[in-house]
């Protein structure tokens, strides 16, 4: 029997191909659909990003090499460790083998770097100067400004407002790191102006970010300035599906043979689509794998909200993707896992789940900070609050398993330390903070704009 905490890859054995669930899943992917209705072509995507990056974007080969450059990049902090979380399962008294992706080892904390380096390496391969990009409470903005900092790209980031005035911390990294920020809505941009006008007072969103940035992006004459996106898009979950392909090489080497339950926690569907998508190919082959994709149930966007087409920003510039959408105007409530307050999620794992590849749950804030503090108080690492929930689902299965008697064997994705979010841990423990489930009036008030776009098939 295996007895370490931590299972370490070696360098030569970090994953040279990431993988593509595209080329595996079941019926057909929903195109992303222009404004005439018809499907977005390569073309018309090359004002926002890259060939190179439009071109994985609609690939549907398998296996795609990682380039030697960006090896180099992620030798930084990668291979990332597998812990085995004895700890927690002591405290537990369960049967189940707890094993956690550590990826709050990158230097921005979390496991945005694995795509901000790659996009920032095609995006300078294809002779782009300038990245511009959206942030919500400054995981993905330091991110990309730590990648742009490294390959010699300017960097700016749109920050949605109420974070850029609560959150001082990220943007001082993202300053360090030589990026410009700026509080979203802005002056800069006719959307920013717009919603002002409308809304002088607002705190400002995902959606109106990302809408700000996308049209800086278009409208640099010089054609040297591109949009970089943190999440939701199929090039962005390829590049994190080097956690997957990592973690199961490292349990191989913790003999374990097989793993029952996969967890990450879900915003836009990166960290989860990382952990998840190499297990989802072994369960489209016949393993049987729960795979549990979690979220806030102020944001229950894969629990209750329709699969149907809606555009990825609030201004409406983006085109429409098939996923579940809470409605493009969709306000969040203050809860603080800010990066698990997006109103869409990846279409990957919306056409998975609507396949029934997948297993979605929703948690109540209070249970999230709960879980996170017994995280803390047994294996040390103070989790992000989006965390917070993969480590919440992750003690509930331990729970469980510990009900049905079952040595199970579980996997979640620790995507981020939260040491820039103590915040909303003194908030917690101050008894202030509260639930915020979505009522179901909400969900028909926001889910109203969706009847102009067409069904997904
Ligand atoms: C630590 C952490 N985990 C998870 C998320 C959610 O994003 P995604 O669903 O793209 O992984 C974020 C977003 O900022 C984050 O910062």
């Given amino acids: 029997m295996d007895k370490s905490y931590k299972i370490f890859l070696s360098e030569k054995d970090m994953p040279r191909q990431w993988y593509n669930l595209a080329a595996d899943l079941p019926g057909q992917m929903n195109p992303p659909l222009g404004p005439d209705g018809n499907p977005v072509t390569p073309d018309k995507l090359a004002p926002v990003f890259p060939m190179n990056l439009i071109e994985q974007e609609v690939s549907t080969q398998r296996w795609i090499d990682i380039p030697e450059g960006i090896l180099e990049l992620l030798y930084r902090w990668r291979p990332s460790p597998l812990v085995r979380a004895r700890f ?27 795509t901000a380096v790659a996009q920032a390496w095609y995006n300078k391969q294809f002779g782009i100067k300038k990245l511009v990009t959206e942030t919500g409470a400054g995981q993905w903005g330091s991110a990309l400004a730590f990648a742009c900092s490294l390959l010699g790209l300017e960097c700016k980031v749109y920050m949605v407002r109420i974070s850029f ?13 030589g990026a410009n920020c700026i509080a979203s809505p802005s002056n800069e941009t006719k959307s920013g102006r717009d919603i002002l006008a409308e809304n002088p007072d607002t705190p400002g969103s995902l959606g109106i970010a990302i809408s700000e940035a996308v049209e800086e992006a278009v409208t640099d004459a010089s054609g040297e300035t591109r949009y970089s996106l943190g999440s939701v898009l199929n090039h962005v979950m390829l590049h994190q599906t080097i956690i997957g392909l990592e973690a199961k090489k490292q349990l191989e080497l913790a003999n374990e ?28 082959n016949g393993a049987e794998i729960d795979i549990i994709p979690v979220e806030p149930t102020s944001c229950p966007t894969l629990t ?9 920003d609030t201004a409406g510039m983006t085109p429409l993707l098939a996923m579940h959408t809470l409605g493009h105007s969709f306000i969040p409530p203050p809860i603080h896992a800010g990066g698990l307050r997006y109103h869409g999620i990846a279409p990957l794992i919306s056409h998975s789940v609507h396949h029934g590849l997948m297993n979605p749950q929703a948690i109540d804030q209070l249970e999230c900070y709960e879980a996170a503090l017994t995280f803390a108080t047994t294996e ?10 993969a480590v919440a689902q992750a003690i509930r299965e331990a729970k469980k398993a510990k009900e049905e008697g079952r040595e199970k064997v579980i ?24 639930d915020h489930s979505m009522p179901d009036s909400d ?7 969706l009847k102009k776009y067409p069904s997904p098939q």
């Fill in 88 to 114: 927690l399962e002591k405290a537990l008294d369960t049967p189940a083998r707890i094993y956690y992706k550590n990826e709050s080892v990158s230097p921005a904390g979390s496991h945005k770097p694995n």
């Fill in 257 to 284: 043979k097989k793993v029952d339950v996969v967890i990450g926690c879900a915003g836009g569907g990166s960290n989860f689509a990382g952990i998840s998508f190499p297990y989802v190919y072994d369960k489209i």
């Fill in 443 to 449: 969900l028909q008030k926001f889910t109203e704009v």
């Fill in 411 to 434: 996997l979640f994705n620790l995507s981020g330390h939260g040491l820039m979010d103590l915040v909303g841990y003194d908030k917690f423990l101050n008894g202030e903070l509260t």
């Fill in 304 to 312: 209750r909200a329709p699969f149907h087409y809606d555009h990825g």
């Fill in 380 to 389: 040390g690492i103070i989790v992000a609050p989006e965390t917070g929930h």
């Fill in 165 to 177: 005035d609560q959150k001082p911390f990220r943007k001082l990294m993202m300053k360090a790191w």
